[in-house]
């Protein structure tokens, strides 16, 4: 299990990105928020706790929340990925604004790309005794929220 959890910190590590440099979120008026957490810790799951954290951040701003999934919306996402033995937990997280691009040939059809991303930033948390791990998440998923506002509003100047 302990080679698992530092595989998945490994892996975790590799992934994580934190570039300010291809954030743009400028006109960006109204998100499709989209919450996961994917594991447990201590067999817990945070989705609810992250959900409300993101409403609460969010709603303190003059950022729109759709109500549920609109198509060729932005969507801010927040993904928490967690792995556990029992007696610590790691979890990769990330926050991610983006939609999805399409390309057009020249008979006019149009597919879908793939997602285009507006702003992204990310991190991995390690923690013992479980019972720590879901507030150090909640922690550092509120942290990613108000620096995402942060850059929201800068953007809009």
């Known amino acids: ?87 610590i937990c790691a979890s990769h997280y990330i926050l991610e604004a983006y939609h999805f691009g399409t390309i057009e040939n020249s008979a006019g059809y149009k597919k879908t790309a793939g997602t285009i991303t507006s702003y992204s930033d990310s991190g991995v948390q390690l923690s013992g005794p479980v019972t720590d791990h879901k507030k150090h998440i909640l922690e550092q998923v509120e942290l990613l929220l108000k620096t995402f506002v942060v850059a929201w509003v800068e953007d809009q100047n």
Do not use: D
Not at 1 to 14: A, D, H, N, R
Not at 16 to 33: C, D, E, H, R, W
Not at 42 to 71: C, S
């Open 1 to 87: 299990m302990i080679k698992k959890i530092l595989s998945i910190i490994v892996v975790s590590l590799l992934m994580t990105v934190n570039s300010y440099a291809n954030n743009n979120l400028k006109g960006i008026k109204s998100f499709s928020l989209i919450v996961n957490h994917i594991g447990e810790c201590g067999n817990q799951n945070f989705k609810n706790e992250l959900t409300t954290i993101a409403k609460y951040v969010l709603g303190n701003t003059k950022i729109n929340i759709n109500k549920g999934f609109v198509g060729g919306a932005e969507h801010l996402r927040i993904t928490v990925q967690t792995a556990a033995s029992t007696e």
